[in-house]
C-alpha cells in the first residue's frame, strides 16, 4: 500500500516557501505575481492502516501547532484538491537513486513506532495559479526543481509503488580494446567518459597487449580514475616547456620545481626551527601548532557538480574536504570551515542565459544553502570566505571549500600494514556520482546536465558526522593503522592508494549498498559520500565493529591488504579486475605541454583616442566625482557586504570564536580574518584569510599570484597573527591548459607563488588545482537529440561542439592560516575611540589596473599591483611588533577600492567619524589624487592608534613607510581631504551603499 | 558542598557537546557525556546524575522538524526515566536543539488535555538558519534605558514592569544576557493566545529576547520556556558560547566583562546542589 501524508501550513501561518517561489519567479521574469500554495510531503510505502499512517502524520512528520495534515492512499483525488485560485499541482520528488536523506530518517523514525516502512521518499508540492500554459515547464525546470536531480510532475503522481531497486545479474564485461584503431580509442575514451588522451588508451592498450588479453571494463575504469587530472595532477605535475617574458624553462614536474620546491628552501632554511610537519604527501597540510597539536589545512574545489547542482554540489563540496582532515594522518578533528565562491553577477537577465545554465541568482541561493546546511549539521563553524563576481563564471562557477583540522602530535603519521583489513566505514554505496573524478577533469558543456547527471551527489551531514563521532575515539583507542577518504574516485582511489605500496584485494559483494542493482564497477567507482576507509589489523576488527555498531555506524571488512603489489577485485566469486599497482600507479605515458606566456599589453593610457582620452581625463583631473566613485566601489558586488550569506552560516559552534567575520559597534562591519582558539582552556589562537583577484590576472597572472598571497598574508598579520608563523594554500582553477597560452599563464602565476613565498618565508602547505573550467554553449537541436539518446555508461552518445567556449579568468586562490600566542593580543578593523590617531603603513603606488576604481568607472589598462616581498616581509614583521606590543587599537588592510575604500570602512564599522588628509601619504613619485584613494598597491594597512602610543607605534614601524594621515572623530562623517577636499560623507549613506546589494 | 554529576546527552547530530560540557567544568561540575544509545540500553544509567543538559545540534539531522525524532525517541523509551529524574529534585537544561527536544517531552510543557501540543518552535520568519546575537532579559522585565546594553541598536521604551524573581533556577539572579543564538528553527509559537497568557502568568516564559534583537518572530520574543517547578529551562540562545569575554563580539572594543554572560546560567545549576 502506497500512502501519502501531505503536510499544509495551518490556518493562519505563513507558507514560506511558496513565498520563496513567487520571488525567485518574478526575479526570473517567469510571473509577476504567482498565486502559489506549498504543501511538503511523504510518500510511505508498506502494510499500514489509516489510523497507523495517521499516527505517524501527528506525532511524527508534522508540527501539529502550526500545520496540517492529509492522509490518503496516493491517487486519491482528496490530495490534488486545488485551493481557491490555483490551477496545477505540480509535484517534485528526487529521481530514483538520489540520496534521500529525509527519507532514511523517516523510515528510522517510524521504526521506532513499532511500525515497518517498505520505502518512505519525500516530495514537496505546489499548487500554482494564473500562469501562460508555456510558462509552465519553465517555472519547473527554473524554479521547482533541479532537472539534475530531481523530477517534477504536473497533476496527479500517477504511480502506486515506489521503486526500490532492482536485483543486478552479474554479467563480466570485456571491453576489446586490443582490436581498436586509434579513432575507436578516442571514442571509448570519450563515450565511456574516461577522458584519457589518445597516448593514454594507447599505453593501456599496450600494457594489456602484452598480457595477452583485454580489460575488463572495472579495470579500464580504475585506470581511468588513477590517471585522471583530478587524481593524478598530470598536467601541473607534469613536464612542461615554458616561454615567457622571464625566460625559457623545461619543467620535469612544474609543482614540484615551484610550489613545493618554495617549501623545501624555506624548511631548510628554517632548519630545526622548522614548523612545518607534513607537506603536500597526506590529505592536507599539518604544521606545528602548540606542544600537544598540530593544525591541518586543505582547501578543495567542486565547480563542475555545483555548476548543475549547486545545492548538492557545494553540499558535497564542504561534506568532501571535512573528510580531507579525517583523513590525514590518523585522523583530525575539524574545527572550522572556509568557503570561496565565484559567481557571475546575480543579475543577468534570465533570457541572456545559454541553454543549460542555471541562473547565477539561483546558483549562489544553491551553493550558500549547500555549505550551510552540512557545515552547521557537521557542528563545524564557518569562519572565513569571500564572493567573487565576474561574467565569465557564467557557465562556471567556482566553488572552494576549506577545513581546518586539529590533531594531536602523536597522531599525524599513518601506516597501513601487510594482511590488514580493508574496512569501508560511514555511508552505504549507491550509484550516486559515478564518473566525478572523470568528469572534473572535463569540460562543461550545456549538455552535461544531461549526460553527467550522476556525477551529481547529495550529501547527508549527519552521516559524516556519526562517521567523525566514531573515528575520534577509534583514533584515541588504537584500533586502526591508517585511514583516508573516499573522496573522487570513490573506493578505486581511497584502495588504490592506500595499498599502492602494498597490494590489495577486494570483495566488492560485501560492500553495504543503499539499494540493489549496482554493478560490480558501479560499487567500485561510486562517490558516493560519507564513506571512509581504515586499514585494521585483524585482531582489532572486533573491538572496532562493535564501537561502530554502538553508535550506529556501518563498518564492514571488503578486502584486506595483500602484500602481492596487485589490485584484485572479486564479486561472484571471479576475478573482475587484476592490475599491477605499478602500472596503475607508474604506468601514466608522461604528458608534455607547451605553454607559452606574452603579458597583454597594458601601457598607461596615451591620447591615441576618445576612449584613452577620457581615461586620462578621469585619473589625472579630478573631473570624477570622488564622492560617488567611493559609494559605487563599496557598492560593487566583490567588496559589498555578504551578510546575508555570513549568518546563515553558524561561525561559532565548538566555543571557540575570537574574532567573527563581522565586526565592529553593530557586528556588521567586514573583518579581515577569522581567529579561533580551538583548545578551548588555551588562550593559541589560529587565523584563517584568504587572498585572491581574478581582475588582476587579465594584466599578469605572476602579479595577480603575488598580490593573492600578500592579501591572504597581510589579512593575517593585519588582526594580529605573527608573520613568520603563516602557512598557506594554492589552489589554481583555470580554462582548458591544452591552449600554451593559458597553461603559460599558470606556470607565470607559480613562479610568483615560489618566488614571493620564499622571499616572505611563507611555505605552501597544500593545494589543488582544477582544470579545464570553460563552458561551451550548444545550439538546441543538440540539446534535443542528446535528451533521446539512450542511457548507460558506453552508450551516450556526444556530439561534437560548434560554439566558442567561455573560459572562466585565471582564478588562484591562496588561503593562510596564522597563529597568535595569545588571542587577547588580537585586533579588528573598526574605529574604536575618537580622538585616536590615524597612520597609514606601506606605500601608495600609481596601480589602478584591475582595480575596483577602474572597474566602477569603466576604465581599462593602467599598471597592475605589483609586490615588494622583501619590502613585505619587513613590513609584516614591524607591524606585528607593534600590535603585539598593544599600540594598535585597529588595523585594516588595504585592499579592494583601497585607502578611500578602506578608511569608510572602519569609520561604519566603528560608528565613528574620521577626517584623513592625502598629503602626507608616502608615495611612489607624483600620483594622481585617484591613485591616491583608489590604487590597490599591496603591503598597505590603515591603523588606529591611540595618542600615548604614537611614539612607540612610529617607532615599532622606523623601517617602514608609514605617516600619520589623520584622526578618529567623534561625529557621523567620513572627511577626506587633497589639495581640495574631496570627501565629506555621511556613514550611514556609506554603510546603506556597501550593505544594500546583497541584502536579499 | 556536592559536586553534581552532569550527564551531557548526546545523539547523531549533536553538535555542542563538546563546549557545554566545558561550560558546566568551568564553574566545578563533572560531566559525562553519553550517546542517547546507552540510554536506552540502560536507562537506569540517569540515577548517576543530578543534572542532565540535552545540548545544540541538529539531532538526527532534524531531517523531520528540529529535535523530532529525539524527542520521540524519548517519548517512547524513555519518558518514565525523565519523569522520574525529574520528579527526584533533579535539574534538566535544554539549549536550542536540546530545548526543541525537551518540547516534544513530559517534563518541559505538561499537555493540557488537547491533542495539540501547548507549545512548538517552528521556523524563523525569514525562513533561513541564523547566526547573531541577541539580548535577553530574565522575567519579562523590560528595562528604563538602553544604556545598560552594550549596543546601539535601540529599545522601544516600554513601561517599566518588575516582576519578582525568575522562577528558573538557571536563571536566579540573572537580569540580563548578551549571548548568541544560531538556529533555523527557533520561532516560538503557543497552541492559541490562552495557553500563552496562561504560561506566561504562571512564570514558564522567563526568557525573553528585547523586542528590537527578536531573531525568528517568537510570540511574545520568547526565548526561554521553564516547567512549573522551575527546574526544567529550555532555551534557544547559547550560553555555552559566551563564557569567555573573548567570545563577545565587541570585546575588541572593551564591552566585555571578566567573564562570558553565560556562564552564570551553569553557575546556578551547580550552586543549586551547594
Keep these: 500500500m502506497l500512502w501519502e501524508v501531505d503536510i499544509h501550513p495551518a490556518e493562519g501561518r505563513p507558507d514560506l516557501a511558496a513565498g520563496e517561489v513567487a520571488a525567485t519567479a518574478a526575479e526570473l521574469h517567469l510571473a509577476d505575481d504567482l498565486a502559489v500554495t506549498s504543501a511538503r510531503g511523504y510518500l510511505i510505502q508498506g502494510e499500514l492502516d489509516r489510523a497507523q499512517v495517521a499516527r505517524i502524520a501527528d506525532e511524527l512528520l508534522a508540527d501539529r501547532v502550526v500545520e496540517r495534515t492529509v492522509v490518503a492512499p496516493a491517487g486519491d483525488p482528496l490530495l490534488t484538491e486545488l485551493p481557491d485560485g490555483r490551477t496545477h499541482w505540480i509535484h517534485v520528488l528526487p529521481k530514483p537513486g538520489v540520496m534521500d536523506p529525509v527519507a532514511q530518517s523517516a523510515m528510522q523514525a517510524i521504526a521506532d513506532f513499532g511500525l515497518r516502512a517498505e520505502a518512505v521518499r519525500t516530495m514537496r508540492k505546489y499548487a500554482v495559479g494564473r500562469l501562460a500554459e508555456d510558462r509552465l515547464p519553465l517555472l519547473c525546470s527554473k524554479v521547482l526543481a533541479n532537472d539534475a536531480v530531481e523530477q517534477a510532475i504536473a497533476g496527479p503522481l500517477g504511480f502506486e509503488r515506489l521503486q526500490v531497486g532492482s536485483p543486478y545479474e552479474f554479467k563480466l564485461v570485456i571491453v576489446p580494446i586490443l582490436a581498436m584503431d586509434d579513432a575507436a580509442l578516442e571514442q571509448l575514451s570519450r563515450d565511456g567518459q574516461l577522458f584519457l588522451s589518445l597516448v593514454e588508451m594507447r599505453t593501456i592498450q599496450a600494457h594489456f597487449n602484452q598480457l595477452g588479453r583485454d580489460p575488463t571494463d572495472v579495470e579500464l575504469e580504475t585506470v581511468a580514475q588513477t590517471w585522471s587530472e583530478h587524481c593524478s595532477h598530470k598536467t601541473l605535475a607534469g613536464r612542461i616547456d615554458y616561454r615567457g617574458p622571464d625566460g625559457e624553462r623545461h619543467f620535469e614536474n612544474m609543482l614540484k620545481e615551484t610550489i613545493f620546491a618554495a617549501t623545501r628552501e624555506i624548511r631548510r632554511a628554517a632548519g630545526d626551527r622548522d614548523w612545518c610537519v607534513s607537506v603536500f604527501v597526506d590529505n592536507a597540510g599539518v604544521i606545528r601548532f602548540d606542544e600537544n597539536y598540530n593544525v591541518v589545512f586543505k582547501v578543495e574545489t567542486h565547480n563542475h557538480p555545483s555548476a548543475l547542482e549547486p545545492y548538492g554540489g557545494a553540499n558535497t563540496g564542504i561534506g568532501g574536504v571535512i573528510r580531507d582532515p579525517m583523513g590525514t594522518g590518523m585522523g583530525a578533528k575539524p574545527i572550522c570551515n572556509t568557503d570561496v565562491f565565484c559567481f557571475a553577477p546575480p543579475d543577468v537577465p534570465a533570457e541572456e542565459l545559454p541553454p543549460g545554465v542555471l541562473h547565477p541568482r539561483r546558483v549562489m541561493k544553491g551553493v550558500v544553502a549547500g555549505v550551510r546546511d552540512y557545515g552547521n549539521r557537521m557542528g563545524i563553524p564557518t569562519v572565513n570566505g569571500a564572493i567573487y563576481f565576474d561574467p565569465r563564471y557564467l557557465g562556471n562557477p567556482l566553488v572552494y571549500c576549506g577545513n581546518v583540522g586539529l590533531i594531536p602530535r602523536d597522531k599525524s603519521d599513518k601506516h597501513p600494514q601487510a594482511n590488514d583489513l580493508i574496512v569501508a566505514l560511514g555511508g552505504r554505496t549507491g550509484r550516486d556520482g559515478i564518473h566525478g573524478a572523470t568528469f572534473s577533469s572535463a569540460e562543461l558543456t550545456s549538455h552535461s546536465e544531461t549526460l553527467s547527471g550522476g556525477a551529481v551527489q547529495i550529501g547527508n551531514a549527519i552521516t559524516e558526522k556519526m562517521l567523525l563521532d566514531v573515528l575520534l575515539v577509534a583514533r584515541d583507542r588504537g584500533l586502526y593503522n591508517a585511514v583516508t577518504d573516499c573522496g573522487a574516485g570513490g573506493f578505486s582511489s581511497a584502495v588504490g592508494e592506500m595499498g599502492e605500496k602494498i597490494g590489495a584485494e577486494v570483495w566488492l559483494e560485501r560492500v553495504p549498498l543503499k539499494y540493489e542493482g549496482l554493478s560490480y564497477t558501479e560499487i567500485w567507482i561510486s562517490e558516493a559520500q560519507e564513506r571512509m576507509v581504515v586499514s585494521v589489523s585483524p585482531e582489532k576488527w572486533e573491538k572496532l565493529s562493535e564501537l561502530c555498531a554502538s553508535e550506529g555506524v556501518e563498518a564492514t571488512a571488503i578486502g584486506k591488504f595483500t602484500p602481492t603489489g596487485r589490485l584484485t577485485l572479486i564479486y561472484a566469486e571471479q576475478k573482475v579486475a587484476d592490475l599491477a599497482m605499478d602500472f596503475l600507479h607508474d604506468g601514466r605515458p608522461p604528458v608534455v605541454r607547451e605553454a607559452v606566456y606574452t603579458p597583454p599589453k597594458n601601457d598607461e593610457c596615451g591620447m591615441m583616442n576618445d576612449e584613452c582620452r577620457k581615461q586620462h581625463s578621469v585619473i589625472h583631473h579630478s573631473s570624477f566625482n570622488i564622492h560617488n566613485s567611493l559609494l559605487k566601489i563599496l557598492g560593487s558586488l566583490n567588496v559589498c557586504s555578504k551578510e546575508w550569506v555570513i549568518r546563515q552560516y553558524d561561525h561559532e559552534v565548538q566555543g571557540g570564536s575570537v574574532l567573527k567575520p563581522l565586526v565592529g559597534a553593530a557586528n556588521d562591519g567586514p573583518g579581515d580574518a577569522a581567529v579561533l582558539r580551538p583548545v578551548l582552556d588555551s588562550r593559541r589562537g589560529i587565523v584563517i584569510s584568504c587572498g585572491m583577484n581574478p581582475r588582476y590576472g587579465d594584466f599578469d597572472t605572476y602579479w595577480m599570484a603575488a598580490s593573492a598571497i600578500d592579501e591572504a598574508v597581510r589579512n593575517c598579520v593585519a588582526v594580529g597573527a605573527d608573520p613568520a608563523r603563516i602557512a598557506i594554500l594554492d589552489n589554481f582553477c583555470w580554462g582548458a591548459t591544452d591552449r600554451p597560452e593559458t597553461l603559460g599563464s599558470l606556470v607565470r602565476a607559480a613562479l610568483a607563488c615560489h618566488d614571493v613565498a620564499v622571499e616572505l618565508g611563507t611555505p605552501f602547505i597544500s593545494g589543488k588545482d582544477s582544470l579545464n573550467n570553460e563552458f561551451r554553449p550548444l545550439g538546441k537541436g543538440v540539446r534535443n537529440r542528446l535528451c533521446e539518446a539512450p542511457e548507460g555508461p558506453f552508450r551516450q552518445k556526444v556530439p561534437d561542439t560548434f560554439s566558442e567556449p567561455i573560459s572562466i579568468p585565471p582564478s588562484l586562490l591562496i588561503s593562510a592560516i596564522g597563529q597568535v600566542d595569545d588571542v587577547a593580543r588580537c585586533v579588528s578593523m573598526d574605529l574604536k575611540e575618537p580622538g585616536n590617531l590615524l597612520y597609514i603603513v606601506g606605500e601608495t603606488k600609481n596601480e589602478l589596473g584591475g582595480s575596483h576604481f577602474s572597474l566602477v568607472e569603466g576604465l581599462s589598462g593602467g599598471e597592475v599591483p605589483k609586490v615588494d616581498a622583501r619590502q613585505a616581509k619587513t613590513t609584516f614583521a614591524a607591524l606585528h611588533a607593534a600590535i603585539n606590543a598593544g599600540h594598535v587599537r585597529a588595523c585594516h588592510d588595504l585592499s579592494e577600492g583601497g585607502l578611500a575604500a578602506a578608511i569608510a570602512e572602519m569609520a561604519f564599522a566603528g560608528g565613528l567619524g574620521a577626517k584623513i588628509s592625502l598629503a602626507d601619504v608616502p608615495r611612489n613619485g607624483d600620483l594622481p589624487t585617484a591613485a591616491l584613494l583608489f590604487s590597490e598597491s599591496n603591503t598597505r594597512f590603515l591603523c588606529e592608534v591611540r595618542p600615548e602610543n604614537a611614539a612607540s607605534f612610529e617607532s615599532a614601524l622606523a623601517d617602514v613607510p608609514h605617516a600619520r594621515i589623520g584622526e578618529v572623530v567623534d561625529s557621523n562623517k567620513l572627511e577626506i581631504v587633497g589639495e581640495t577636499p574631496l570627501v565629506q560623507a555621511d556613514l550611514h549613506a556609506l554603510k546603506e551603499a556597501w550593505q544594500k546589494p546583497l541584502r536579499w | ?274
Design chain 2, 1 to 274: 558542598m556536592t559536586t553534581p554529576n552532569v550527564l551531557i546527552l548526546r545523539a547523531p547530530g549533536t553538535n555542542c557537546d563538546a563546549e557545554t560540557a566545558f561550560a558546566f567544568e568551568r564553574v566545578g561540575a563533572k560531566t559525562e557525556t553519553l550517546h542517547v544509545n546507552r540510554l536506552l540500553e540502560r536507562p537506569e544509567l540517569f540515577e548517576r546524575f543530578q543534572i542532565l543538559c540535552i545540548p545544540g545540534g541538529f539531532s538526527y539531522g532534524d531531517d523531520l522538524g528540529a529535535g523530532r525524532i529525539l524527542g520521540n525517541q524519548i517519548q517512547h523509551h524513555l519518558s518514565d526515566q525523565l519523569v522520574r529524574f525529574k520528579a527526584d529534585g533533579n535539574l534538566i537544561l535544554g539549549i536550542c536543539n536540546g530545548f526543541q527536544v525537551l518540547l516534544k517531552s513530559p517534563v518541559l510543557l505538561e499537555k493540557i488535555g488537547a491533542d495539540t501540543p501547548p507549545a512548538t518552535l517552528t521556523w524563523n520568519d525569514s525562513g533561513r538558519y541564523y547566526d547573531g546575537w541577541v539580548r535577553l532579559e530574565v522575567n519579562g522585565e523590560r528595562l528604563e534605558s538602553q544604556h545598560s546594553f552594550p549596543s546601539e541598536k535601540t529599545v522601544s521604551l516600554l513601561p517599566v514592569k518588575r516582576i519578582k524573581g525568575s522562577k528558573s533556577v538557571f536563571l536566579a539572579g540573572i537580569e540580563r544576557m548578551y549571548l548568541p543564538v544560531a538556529h533555523a528553527e527557533g520561532k516560538f509559537v503557543a497552541r492559541d493566545e490562552r495557553t500563552l497568557q496562561g504560561l506566561d502568568a504562571a512564570g514558564q516564559l522567563p526568557l525573553r529576547y528585547v523586542a528590537a534583537d527578536n531573531p525568528n518572530g517568537s510570540m511574545a520574543e520568547v526565548a526561554g520556556v521553564c516547567d512549573s517547578t522551575g527546574r526544567v529551562l529550555g532555551l534557544m540562545p547559547h550560553p555555552e558560547r559566551h563564557i569567555d569575554p573573548t567570545q563577545h563580539p565587541r570585546w575588541t572594543r572593551g564591552e566585555a566583562g571578566p567573564e562570558g554572560a553565560g556562564l552564570q546560567m551553569f553557575r546556578n545549576a551547580v550552586k543549586y546542589f551547594a
